[in-house]
T-cell receptor, first 115, second 112 residues
Framework: GENVEQHPSTLSVQEGDSAVIKCTYS??????FPWYKQELGKGPQLIID?????GEKKDQRIAVTLNKTAKHFSLHITETQPEDSAVYFC??????????????FGQGTILTVHP | DTAVSQTPKYLVTQMGNDKSIKCEQN?????MYWYKQDSKKFLKIMFS???????INETVPNRFSPKSPDKAHLNLHINSLELGDSAVYFC???????????FGSGTRLTVV
């Protein structure tokens, strides 16, 4: 089955700096890679996603890059703000086939943005 | 209106008891899921239902039994609770496979 590795486990940055979180996946059949933000006491919330036919996607301060050959994808947050502090999860899935919407998550990254 | 709502938010119970967690979604999605988040924050799928049909059943003790009375509801019943069942359980829903998952706010289960 799919295995997703996520690094780093914790990340501390100063407000205004950039933050990068990296994930690798094992199953070359995976073709959908979402990122979730989880704030304390809440459920994960989708912040951005990318499909395998795209190499990069950007939404304001957030961007995701995908390297299918190397089987890794990354989340980039620019101009970080204290409200970006949360746990971030990458995930992988195969749209279609027999995955039935199953998401395989990375281990999570605790991001702390210091004012 | 909350898109995916779970009840209760907190559940403290003794070992050996039976408990249920309820989930409802008002998004019109056709697929619902249960995920377990352990103490290290790791999220792992347990079950998935599509239009009331069980489609994913991961390696979960058979003390856990999901039930979906209709496509807007997915409940989780746990028999003979054990200390190791303590975790946060998340319900989620989606319309087209993994696209656009919406998670509930979680149920923190503590077994003492």
């Amino acid at each position: 089955g799919e295995n997703v590795e996520q690094h780093p486990s914790t990340l501390s940055v100063q407000e205004g700096d950039s933050a990068v979180i990296k994930c690798t996946y094992s199953d070359s059949a995976s073709n959908y890679f979402p990122w979730y933000k989880q704030e304390l006491g809440k459920g994960p919330q989708l912040i951005i996603d990318i499909r395998s036919n795209v190499g990069e996607k950007k939404d304001q301060r957030i961007a995701v890059t995908l390297n299918k050959t190397a089987k890794h994808f990354s989340l980039h947050i620019t101009e970080t703000q204290p409200e970006d502090s949360a746990v971030y999860f990458c995930a992988a899935s195969m749209i279609g086939g027999t995955s039935y919407g199953k998401l395989t998550f990375g281990q999570g990254t605790i991001l702390t943005v210091h004012p | 209106d909350t898109a995916v709502s779970q009840t209760p938010k907190y559940l403290v119970t003794q070992m050996g008891n039976d408990k249920s967690i309820k989930c409802e979604q008002n998004l019109g999605h056709d697929t619902m899921y249960w995920y377990k988040q352990d103490s290290k924050k790791f999220l792992k799928i347990m079950f998935s239902y599509n239009n009331k049909e069980l489609i994913i059943n991961e390696t979960v003790p058979n003390r856990f039994s999901p039930k979906s009375p209709d496509k807007a509801h997915l409940n989780l019943h746990i028999n003979s609770l054990e200390l190791g069942d303590s975790a946060v359980y998340f319900c989620a829903s989606s319309q087209y496979g993994a696209y656009g998952y919406t998670f509930g706010s979680g149920t923190r289960l503590t077994v003492v």
